[in-house]
Structures are given as C-alpha cells and as structure tokens.
C-alpha cells in the first residue's frame, strides 16, 4: 500500500476527530491574532494619547506651589543635546459672552520661545501681549473663535506659599480680558499635560514673562520640559551641575563685621531638605527662625509689633528670653524679670488664633 493510500484512509477513519482537532487550532490562532490586533491597537492608541499630551517632551522637572529662575532652563540648554523650556503652570477659570459661559478648572500655561522644541512645530512661535492660545475644548465649551474676547480669573502665585502666615487671602485672584490668537487641536499640543488623564485638560496658552508680570514675579518658573535623548541620569547630572543658590531662590550675605555668612529664602522659609543639606555640608552652622510678635509686656508697660529670632538651646532654656538695651529700657525690666509675648498661630481653614507665652530675661545686651 502506498503512503497516500495510508494518509487518505487515516483521513477518512479519523475524519471526525481531525475536524474537532482542526476547528480548535482555527479558534486559537483566531483568538491569538485577535489579542495580537487589539493589543497593538491600545499600544498605538497610547502611544497618540501620550503624543498629543507631551508632544516631543521626553522629561519635566517640577517644583509644585514653588518657584525656581528661568535661568536655570538656560544653562540646561547650553547642552547641545538638551532642549529645555521654563513653563509658569497656573490655575483658574475663563468666562465669555459677558460670563454667561463659565469654564472652572483651566489651566494656564506660561511658555516662552522654546516650547516650539516640546511641540515640535511653530505654532506656538510668538503671542503677542495680551492675547492668548486657547485648546480647541476650551473653544468648544465657550463657543470661542479667533479673534474673540476672554475674561480670564488666574488664581495668584508668588514665592511665598500659599500656606505661609503672611500671605493674605484677599486678592487670590487676578483677572484680565485678553483676545484669543489661535486655537490649538490635539495635533498642537491642545491637550498638553503631565498628568496621565483620557480626560482633556481645558488649556489656555500665554506668555511666560506677561504671566510673571501679572504675578509681580521676576524671571520665574514652575515647570522644566525638556527633549532629549539623554537618560535620566545624565539629566539629573547636568541639573546638579547647573543648579545654583539663586535658582532655588536663597540668599547668600557675607557679614564681615561679624565674620560670618547667612543664607536665607526669598520664599521666607528654607524647606528642610535644604536645610540638612546645609547643615551636612556646614555641621557648626545655626538655624534661626525669625517670627513676628504682636506685643511683649512687662507689668510696667507693653511694646507693640516686635521681632523674635531663636537661639540655640544651650544659650537659652525654653522658658528664657534674650533682649537688647533699647526693649528692656521701653518695657523697663532687667534680668530675671517676666516677660508675656503675644503671637499668631495658624489654626483651621487658616484661621489666625493668638497665644500667648511668659519668659524670664536671661540676659540684657547692647542693641549694637
């Protein structure tokens, strides 16, 4: 018998169970291709989606409610293999039509000349003061066109923190009427954002140094994209080296009277990472905290509106105060007497609640 005598026969007799063996091998590799489709699809799908958000943006450095000098954005392009653009990232809300449309939630974004490198084209090549870039759903909810008006209300920034004692919550706001240049689709970076959301961020583009003006800042920036090739780690290396003490916002004074130098924050706290790295490199250097007293009083008279630095506590006890000469002849007290000082504390929803603590003068000392 020959071999497709045998074959055919095999076939026939079988013919049942290579059916089933055949439709199961049909099912598998439909299911396979299938997933093999659908998963290159959600890739490529993602791959848009992350597209339309960064554009060509490869990395971003961000400082949150804080401040850092476009300058730094510079030095990093200095590198010729690094592209970098210093962004001003602001909240607020847009109105039009005489605010019958409101959009809360907007995002506002100061760019300058080099966020053309994260948008890999020249849309967004100049704004000329006063008018804006608007993404296309802010101009789909606000019936916008180009050319049209917007009353923007941009939530207030500035180098001290929101959080911060001093800062006023009167006056949290700044509104401007501005004219709307272009409208930017997906394909423009109208859906720029950092965060990962299928959820489209409502953007207005202006530019940077109009919205440092508007928030009486100089040269400032929150925000870092950069282009570029490089890893992550060479990035962080050419940050460390370009980093300086102005970019972060500290101080540094030289007191020759007194031999010693000072570094303080234009943000009036130094946060406390900073802070340790300081005292690692410096290991004799002295924190001070300065704070404002609404009154100090002895049982003979009261001076209003003074200011109080810490000491070390191997100088002082906690319930020990050191004065100089001009506030121990107003309140007419010497050593060992008993002082009350009267100061602010920040208690709920911001509320400032006064307090107030004794101290024995431990020592009286010239005001110079």
């Not at 804080?66 to 653009?85: C, H, P, R, V």
């Not at 939630?105 to 490198?117: A, S």
Request: aromatic share 10%.
């Amino acid at each position: 018998m020959k071999i497709y005598h045998i074959i055919f026969n095999s076939s026939h007799y079988y013919w049942k169970r290579n059916l089933y063996v055949s439709l199961a091998v049909a099912l598998c590799a439909a299911v396979i291709t299938g997933a093999l489709i659908v998963g290159d699809s959600v890739r490529y799908s993602l791959e848009q989606t992350a597209r339309y958000r960064l554009g060509t943006t490869d990395y971003s450095i961000t400082a949150g409610e804080t401040f850092f000098t476009q300058n730094l954005a510079t030095k990093l392009n200095n590198d010729e293999n690094i592209a970098a653009s210093a962004v001003v990232k602001l909240q607020g809300s847009a109105t039009s039509q005489g605010s019958k449309l409101r959009l809360n939630k907007v995002q506002f974004i100061g760019i300058d000349k080099n966020f053309n490198k994260a948008s890999s084209s020249d849309y967004f090549d100049s704004i000329p003061a006063g008018e804006v870039i608007v993404s296309q759903n802010v101009a789909l909810r606000l019936n916008l066109e180009v050319g049209n008006f917007l009353l923007l209300k941009i939530e207030k920034a500035g180098l001290m923190p929101k959080n911060t004692p001093f800062v006023s919550d009167e006056n949290q706001y700044v509104s401007r009427r501005v004219k709307i240049n272009k409208i930017a689709d997906k394909e423009h970076l109208g859906r720029f954002g950092l965060l990962n959301s299928q959820t489209a961020p409502f953007n207005i583009f202006v530019p940077v140094d109009w919205l440092n003006k508007l928030m009486e800042m100089d040269a400032r920036a929150n925000l870092i994209l950069i282009n570029s090739e490089k890893r992550k780690e060479e990035i962080a290396l050419k940050l460390q080296k370009s980093i300086r003490m102005k970019d972060l916002g500290l101080i540094l004074k030289q007191h020759p009277q007194k031999n010693y130098w000072a570094i303080s924050s234009d943000k009036v706290f130094i946060k406390d990472n900073v802070a340790d790295k300081i005292r690692e490199i410096f290991p004799d250097s002295r924190q001070v905290l300065t704070y404002f007293a609404n009154s100090i009083k002895s049982k003979k008279n009261s001076s209003p509106y003074s200011f109080v630095s810490t000491l070390n506590n191997d100088y002082v006890r906690e319930d020990e105060i050191v004065i100089n000469s001009w506030l121990a002849e107003d309140l007419q007290v010497k050593t060992g007497d008993t002082l009350s000082m009267d100061y602010f504390s920040i208690g709920l929803l911001r509320e400032l609640e006064e307090h107030s603590e004794n101290f024995i003068v431990r020592r009286v000392i010239p005001i110079e």
